[in-house]
């Protein structure tokens, strides 16, 4: 099952403009990884946003399937570091397909499931039933454990907003109270307010850094057809966030990428194409940045790490923007 998406909220020129009032309710939007949580005749399945199977990647989520019920959760697995959410540290979980790596990363840098929906309870179908009536069956049912608990809801939004931009989270989601749950919809009853753009960019090429064999920069883009397989639109060249670690694992996985043909549909300016290598569009990096120019490229783009959890398919026109 595809999760149920939200659609940027609205914002001013100064701040963003969180709804008011009974009729919404609002949770922190975590920095991690979506994982809809399936229980099955005592059998977990944990898939992400494009419906892959990443059940072996997160060995301490494996007591789910004790919980008594057949269930189907909705929620983010987050890795905290210094009690703040990291998604480097957790992109290479979610990667992880080796039974025993990933028992050995559970055991140092674990993640917690931090379950916001149920959508499915022994047999029953919960979607049609609204967002407080599903809610209130989720806090029955999820006792809150180590690593996973029940996501928090908060009825004033603004002031969330206001909280979560001074501890540094990643921002607000607002839902309608009266909300359907609608599986791979991006709807208007949920609402997403990010203190800071961040996008999900398929890679199409690379630069090496002047003078040297290793990666330098990426050049990215977004698919132009609903099919992602059209070409991609030229969004910008990202160097920032690509010293040390980070660059030497995204350097790998582009390694294992085909080269081809220059994959973007628009001009690429000549100071971003000098020198690249050009690649098939299927490895997709979350790039955070400072908006965009008037002609759609990013500003002051930064890496933050690559997401093996989605495909250029879901970031195609009617789904490019990033939860």
């Known amino acids: 099952m595809r999760p149920m998406l939200a659609t940027p909220g609205p914002a001013t020129a100064a701040r963003a403009v969180v709804p008011e009032g009974e009729d919404w309710v609002h949770e ?14 005592g059998n977990l399945r944990l898939s992400t946003r494009s ?10 989520l494996a007591g789910l399937a004790d919980l008594g019920h ?31 790596k990933a028992r050995l990363l559970a055991g140092t840098r674990p993640t917690t499931y931090l379950a916001f929906d149920l959508v499915g309870l022994d047999g029953l179908d919960l979607t049609p039933l609204p967002w407080s009536a599903r809610r209130s069956a989720l806090e029955d049912i999820l ?66 850094e002047t003078g040297r064999s290793r990666l330098g920069a990426v050049l990215v883009g977004l698919p132009v057809s609903d099919g992602g397989d059209g070409g991609l639109t030229f969004r910008g060249r990202v160097g920032s966030g690509l010293a040390g670690k980070n660059g030497d694992r995204l350097a790998e996985l582009i390694a294992q990428v085909p080269t081809g043909p220059n994959p973007f549909v628009d001009d690429v300016p000549g100071p971003d194409r000098a020198g ?15 908006g965009t120019t008037a002609g759609g490229r990013l500003r002051q783009p930064a890496y933050k790490g690559w997401r093996s959890d989605l495909t250029p398919r879901d970031l195609a026109p009617t789904t490019q923007e990033e939860d």
């Open 28 to 41: 922190i939007k975590w920095d991690g990884i979506r994982l809809i949580a399936s229980v099955r005749d």
């Open 51 to 60: 419906e892959r199977d990443v059940t072996v990647a997160f060995p301490e």
């Open 70 to 100: 057949d269930l189907i959760l909705d929620g983010e697995a987050v890795t905290f570091v210094d009690g703040l959410p990291s998604f480097s540290q957790l992109v290479e979980r979610v990667h992880t397909t080796s039974a025993a």
């Open 143 to 208: 006792p809150d454990r180590a690593r996973w608990q029940v996501s928090p809801q908060y009825a004033d939004g603004p002031g969330l907003w206001r909280a979560t931009a001074e501890q540094g989270l990643e921002g607000v989601v607002s839902k309608r109270t009266s909300s359907t749950y609608q599986p791979g919809v991006r709807s208007a009853d949920w609402l997403k307010f990010p203190h800071r753009a961040t996008q999900s960019l398929v890679v199409g090429g690379w630069r090496p």
């Open 276 to 290: 690249a290598t050009w690649l098939a569009p299927q490895l997709i990096v979350e790039v955070a940045s400072l």
